[in-house]
């Protein structure tokens, strides 16, 4: 397994239409790479990569991660 690899993903679960999650490119340069429109009660689950390292949420949501979980109030 390469680092910054593992089998821990995340849940995104949509409480309203059209949020929208964010994957963040990992290195030096920090941008968006990929959108993904979720329409309420949907739900993603997604893991950090080689690719990812970092994920925006936008609109009302409740993201379950194995460190607890954390609501947007979008
Ligand atoms: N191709 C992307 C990757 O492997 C897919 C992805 C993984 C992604 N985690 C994500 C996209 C989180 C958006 C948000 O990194």
Redesign the pocket.
């Known amino acids: 397994m390469k680092e910054n690899e593992s089998n821990e993903f995340f849940v995104i679960k949509a409480k309203e239409n059209g949020v929208n999650?964010?994957?963040l490119t990992r290195g030096n340069e920090t941008r968006f790479?990929?959108s993904?429109k979720l329409d309420k009660g949907e739900v993603m689950l997604?893991?950090?990569?080689?690719?990812?390292s970092a994920?925006k949420v936008r609109g009302k949501a409740v993201i379950y991660t194995r460190h607890g979980e954390v609501d947007t109030e979008g």
């Open positions: 999650v964010i994957g790479h990929h993904e997604a893991q950090f990569t080689e690719h990812t994920v």
